[in-house]
């Protein structure tokens, strides 16, 4: 699970952090969920986001990959959700666009063109992290505004906007 941290002052972007969570050394999901709660909320408690962006669920062939992704970005937006931070999700090819003006990007050059807007050194050898990067800079490029997507404020927030998800 990768993540990137940007702050924004006076309307600019400042690069802070990327970086990712090694997993696959765990063979229990259910830690491996843990960890990402966890990790999730030493980053809020330590930097005070004042929103999260998150890329949204996209639908691919292997059903049990989609189900855990899904459940990792769940455990992830229940963390920022449980500090009352506000998320919005992006879809993969919404953020490749606010990136790299193509949809159809691939994970090389949105990471290239992100090196070139925060002036990176260096790339990470993995790119999940610049993924996480890219959410971020999407989420700044469109003001907050969310076009394709949802936003939520909190438990209450989420509730409402998801009634018929709830039993």
């Known amino acids: 699970m990768g993540f990137g941290l940007i702050r924004v002052v006076n309307k600019k972007m400042e690069f802070l952090q990327l970086n990712e969570l090694q997993l696959s050394k765990y063979d229990d999901h259910y830690l491996r969920l843990k960890l990402i709660f966890e990790r999730t909320i030493e980053l809020i408690d330590t930097y005070n986001p004042d929103e999260i962006a998150i890329e949204a669920p996209f639908f691919g062939k292997n059903v049990q990959s989609m189900l855990k992704l899904g459940r990792a970005q769940g455990v992830a937006m229940a963390a920022g959700l449980s500090r009352e931070v506000p998320i919005t999700e992006y879809a993969p090819k919404k953020i490749k666009m606010a990136i790299t003006g193509n949809g159809n990007a691939t994970k090389e050059q949105v990471a290239k063109m992100l090196q070139s807007l925060l002036k990176l050194k ?41 009634e018929k998800r709830i039993k």
Do not use: E, M
């Open 122 to 162: 260096t790339l990470p050898k993995n790119l999940d992290s610049t993924d996480g990067l890219a959410a971020a800079v999407c989420h700044f490029y469109n003001g907050g505004r969310v076009a394709v997507g949802k936003s939520y404020s909190g438990w209450a927030s989420f509730v409402k906007q998801n």
